[in-house]
């Protein structure tokens, strides 16, 4: 008995080793795939924030004045990589300055933290173009249905005032560009270093010839767990679904549901700022659904 044990014990243990070594190599190749992500996404914020700052007024002064044509300015604007769009659209719509489809259409086309990790993961071009054009026409579909069969929504009253939501909810943006982008980026980082953990355990563990069995690559329930992790109103939620594909744990129809729904702090903004809550609470329901319809329409037209 005692060498029974012994040997039971001594098993447990190199386990328990395995186990370590396989969690350490992890944290390291975490560590060594973020290091050399972070000048990329640096200068990638750098880009993003002058961008930010030299057409933010002008970007929710056209939306504004866009009317009927709502839907199809907040797809198209919803696509420059602009700080905080999201949580501004929101609160144009909370003021009822904007339409129930023009916020949909920026919510679907906004792409939160998806162009930065794409553009430092050096993924080719066409493939980000194609993902970006989706997003933008299909935004712009949505829109203008939302406006055409939920009317109700769209119906005049006073609501909450217009504030700098950019700056107050998400950027920083009054500290300057250098600033802002060095936040973002340390910020962003953090978020990708424990993804990458994360995933790199969950790899070890299951072996990467069994990914294509993964829940997030399986037909419809992968596009509606996606959409769900897109509701989470925080941009880790567009790093974990951006990294998942890249990692080849997500296929392109859930990352495309979960990148749509995702939108970022906008959610949180709209939920917030918005003084009905069960017409937020609809507005919600209508993104993620069009968001799900989205994924699956990609992989069932096999876009990419």
């Not at 190749?29 to 933010?56: C, N, Q, W």
């Not at 294509?212 to 992790?229: S, W």
Request: hydrophobic share 50%; with cysteine; charged share 15%.
């Amino acid at each position: 008995m005692p060498q029974d044990s012994s040997g039971y014990h001594e098993e447990i243990s190199a386990s328990v080793r395995s186990n370590m070594v396989q969690i350490w190599d992890a944290i390291a190749d975490g560590a060594k795939d973020t290091v050399r992500l972070v000048p990329f996404l640096f200068l990638t914020y750098l880009v993003m924030e002058y961008i930010e700052h030299h057409t933010s007024d002008k970007t929710k002064t056209v939306i504004r004045r866009a009317d009927r044509f709502g839907p199809l300015a907040g797809g198209l604007l919803g696509a420059f990589p602009q700080c905080g769009f999201s949580a501004a659209a929101a609160s144009l719509y909370a003021g009822r300055v904007i339409t129930a489809g023009t916020l949909i259409a920026v919510f679907l086309s906004t792409s939160d933290e998806m162009l930065p990790i794409f553009l430092s993961s050096r993924v080719d071009v066409g493939l980000i173009l194609k993902v970006i054009a989706i997003k933008v026409v299909y935004g712009v579909i949505a829109g203008f249905a939302v406006d055409f069969l939920f009317r109700s929504l769209n119906v005049r009253k006073i609501g909450a005032g217009i504030h700098g939501i950019c700056e107050a909810e998400h950027c920083d943006c009054e500290k300057g560009i250098w600033t802002s982008s060095l936040k973002h980026t340390l910020s962003i980082a953090g978020y990708i270093f424990l993804i990458s953990v994360v995933l790199n355990i969950v790899l070890e563990m299951i072996g990467t010839q069994n990914l294509e069995n993964l829940v997030f690559n399986q037909p419809v329930i992968g596009e509606i767990l996606a959409g769900l992790i897109g509701l989470i109103p925080n941009c880790a939620a567009s790093v974990a679904i951006t990294s998942m594909y890249l990692d080849g744990a997500m296929s392109a129809g859930a990352m495309m549901s979960g990148l749509m729904v995702g939108a970022g702090v906008g959610i949180l903004v709209l939920a917030r700022s918005n003084r009905s809550r069960r017409e937020s609470a609809k507005m919600i329901g209508i993104l993620y659904a069009a968001g799900v319809i989205g994924g699956l329409l990609t992989s069932m037209l096999r876009i990419f």
